[in-house]
């Protein structure tokens, strides 16, 4: 009975070992471990025990069972200073844990716009092969507009629709959060694609912002476009709501309005930045920045 009971605690002598600050067992430094001090520092924002940890020989890149490292938890914690330190100590930037998640998708999840900034100069791919957890699409959901802001200036997709989770306009419709809406609708991004059938102006509408319904329908939404219910956004508007006065008020696009949505789709959204280069009044140019 003693022998099984000695037997059954060896394992669980060598993780405690772990936690009594001793290295890392080198047969399992490149491995995924239970859970280790040096996630918890690194996800608490403990910088000097996170150095200390290192000092000791924790392995940077230690992984959980889920594949979640050190940095993944740092970004997560929104921790620039532990970041940039696992990062200098050669942690991977690209990790990805069994769920899809990147550093990077972590950042902005946190809304880390240091994270996010300090990641991309190491190298952080913007595009990440499990097209379950993309960066802009987690930015768009939680409302940070500045995490956005670097994933386009770095060329970040600002029109893939992923499965269940659609456009990143239409994460930023469901959220809701008018300024990521802005700032997609100011950068190109097409108003049309959502998730399926469902529009950005069917997700609006479901969220009851008035203010992201004008927005919408500013840059040339479709009042008409049914989902696969085969219902419009005035259908799924509730009665004497501001955003059903919204959807009424709005009528036919004007002459110069279709113009404005045509020059911008010629220029493309990687061009539209040069619009203030062109030979073209400033009041035109403005009206076709939406300045």
Partial sequence: MM??????????????????????????????????????????????????????????????????????EACLGGHH????????????????????????????????????????????????????????????????????????????????????VGTPLYAACRAPSAQCVELLLHSGADVGPGCGQDSPLHAAVRAGEANIVELLLEFGAEKACRNSEGKTPLDLSAPNSAVRAALQRKGPCSLTQLCRFSIRRSLGRLRLHRTSNLLLPQSVINFLLYR
């Fill in 81 to 164: 200073a532990c970041a940039k330190f696992l990062l200098e100590n050669g942690a991977n930037a690209q990790a990805v844990s069994t769920d899809g998640a990147t550093p990077l998708f972590n950042s902005c999840s946190s809304g880390s716009a240091a994270c996010v900034r300090l990641l991309l100069q190491h190298g952080a791919s913007i595009h990440t092969t499990p097209q379950l957890a993309s960066p802009l699409h987690q930015a768009a959901k939680k409302g940070h507009r500045e995490c956005m802001e670097l994933l386009l200036s770095c060329g970040a997709q600002i029109d893939v629709e992923l499965p269940n």
């Fill in 3 to 72: 022998a099984t009971i000695l037997l059954r605690s060896q394992p669980l002598q060598n993780c405690f070992s772990i936690y009594r600050g001793l290295p890392c067992n080198s047969l399992m430094a490149d491995s995924c471990s239970d859970r280790t001090p040096l996630h918890d520092a690194a996800y608490q924002g403990r910088l000097l025990n996170l150095m200390e940890l290192i000092a000791q020989g924790f392995q940077v890149n230690t992984l959980t069972m889920d594949g979640v490292s050190p940095l993944h």
